[in-house]
């Protein structure tokens, strides 16, 4: 039972993984920043110009194929082929390098794009501002360079643009495996296999919308059958288990087809074990208990109206012996009236 559960959760693990892979795209380093301090106070205050800039383009949204890194190391380059080379020896395509200086005055910024690949300056930024505003210095810098890779080189995000649709109803399937968590059920109940069959229903999609995210909730109706045995060594049983659940769900768009949720609410158990004694007739005995469940979903829309993914089930049942069980499991959805703009 142990070897079943580990090999099906490194394949939910791996699935997850490649989830979240990025798309490859342009891969931009920020250097070590020069900070020529020519005020009264200089060298009081130590800053990371590196890492508050990168800190302010992180708050951007951008494209997926755009990621930004900090350089590994300190090296501060300190002209063109300073950064050239630091490309060369890390392997980068792209480096944001220059210089911050402050006066009793004002603070003055020049910092520019070097790109490996074309052997030239793509692009240089200049900030100035008076001397108690280096974050808004940083900010107004962040922005410009933001603003370059979106409307210059295209890695605006596309938004949500989708008519909100109504009254969605859909039809959810799962196939899985489930396992009790708790050493009290764990050493005399294994699983075997579950399947589920569910209603869906959405009020509206999107309900709301954040930048290139969107959100929707969802009530379910689910119906499930599982299969489980008791442990070698014990007498011989199989247990064959019904569960309906109730639940409600929150789902985020991360774009036009990769969608995460959450989802909880009460559950109902009704176990039937059927008992086979070697000395005494077969007999069925039934016990139930009303329960809770949490759940998380990952799936991808790969039609206007079809979904698929996968999703993890974490249950408690309120036995005298109270029983938790987790539950990974593959899962397709199908919207009967979904037909989302864009997918």
Known sequence: MKKNLAVFFCTIISLACISAQRVSGMDVYIAAVAFIDE?????????????????????????????????RGGTIPRSFMDALNLCQANGYDYLIYGYIQKTNDAYTAELKLADRKAGAVGKTFFSSDTSDQYERLIRDLGSKIAGYFRDDLGFKPAGWTSEPVRHIFGLSMDVGYWAPLVNNWSSVVSGLGTAQLGLRYVPVSPAFVTGSRAGEYSVNLDLEYAVGRTERGLEEALIHTGIVRVGVGLDIWLNKTAQIGLGFGPSFRLDFAQRNPKYADSRTEMTGAPGAFMEFTNRYAVHSMVSLGWNVIAEWTFYDKPLFTVSPRFNAIVNFNSKRKGL
Do not use: Y
């Open 39 to 71: 005020s009264s106070d200089a060298g009081i205050a130590r800053i990371d110009i590196a890492k508050d800039l990168l800190r302010v383009l992180n708050a951007e949204e951008f494209a997926r194929p755009l990621t930004i890194n900090q350089s």
